[in-house]
């Protein structure tokens, strides 16, 4: 939009009048008579036409500054009239701002409780997951307990059957033995170690003293638990073979020392040790 400029007046006019003016009162002033003295009613037309002129001359100057005037007010009103449109159009945004405002509370609280109950339920859901979870390893628990305590029992069964057989091998042995017969107890020997060799693939394993070995209470016993041994007494004989299962003894070997009889070992002390339980 072009600027708008104050309308210029045209001088030359005023200028003509002024001059005008100014003739005629010097004309007052020539025709009047040099002996007689200036007349008020000369001198009145003389200033009268001078000021008149002076007026003239000045009245467009004037017309010229009040038409600026008038623009400079009129552009000053319209910048206040374009600064209150621009306050009421900042007043409908901050209006339309807080409306939105106002909406998004309403839909931050709404998020909010909603938020809140997810979370509610995520909790429930979570106490619930773990309470299953810890009724399930419970069970599981119970489960492996009950199963490791009948592996454990089967595992003494079989081991008790497994060293009470090797116990009749052993006894069917030394009888072939005390038999004579040679043949009979080649085969016996052969059978006892192929049924040894079984064992202890299972981790069972025979333990035999060497002839002539020196007595070692930490390796053998006597037939009589509560007799004493002396210091150095050589084994004679074995009564019954030692044992241990997967390197825990169940039995020391059971032998006859110098100064006693050979025999049969008593009930007691042909029975094997107990393997303890393991905890689950």
């Not at 019954?240 to 050979?262: C, D, F, Y």
Request: hydrophobic letters at 45%; a negative charge; glycine letters at 4%.
């Amino acid at each position: 939009m072009s600027e708008s400029r104050a309308p210029k007046i045209e001088k030359w006019p005023f200028i003509v009048g002024d001059v005008a003016l100014l003739l005629m009162a010097w004309l007052v002033y020539y025709e009047s008579d040099p002996d007689v003295p200036f007349t008020g009613l000369e001198a009145f037309w003389c200033f009268a036409c001078v000021a008149a002129g002076a007026w003239v001359m000045v009245l467009p100057f004037l017309r010229e500054f009040q038409a600026r005037a008038d623009l400079t007010e009129a552009r000053e009103l319209a910048a206040s009239v374009e600064k209150i449109s621009s306050l009421d159009a900042l007043a409908k945004q901050i209006e339309s701002a807080t409306e939105q405002w106002l909406h998004v509370e309403d839909r931050a609280n709404e998020i909010n409780a909603t938020s809140k109950e997810i979370a509610g339920k995520i909790n429930a859901e979570a106490r619930e997951f773990t309470e299953f979870l810890q009724k399930a390893n419970d069970t599981e628990k119970n489960h492996l307990r009950l199963e490791v305590d009948k592996l454990n029992r089967t595992q003494v069964d079989w081991v008790k059957v497994v060293t009470g057989m090797l116990d009749h091998i052993f006894a069917l042995n030394q009888a072939a033995r005390q038999s004579g017969q040679e043949k009979l107890v080649r085969q016996l020997d052969n059978f006892q170690a192929a049924c040894r060799d079984v064992a202890r693939r299972v981790g069972v394993v025979t333990h035999l003293p060497k002839p002539e070995e020196a007595f070692d209470a930490d390796k053998h016993q006597l037939r009589e638990p509560e007799a004493e041994p002396e210091a150095g007494a050589k084994i004679v004989g074995i009564a019954a073979q030692g044992l241990s299962h997967q390197g825990q003894v169940l039995r020391k070997a059971v032998v006859v020392i110098e100064g006693e009889e050979p025999g049969q070992a008593p009930p007691d002390a042909g029975k094997p040790k107990a393997k303890a339980k393991k905890k689950a």
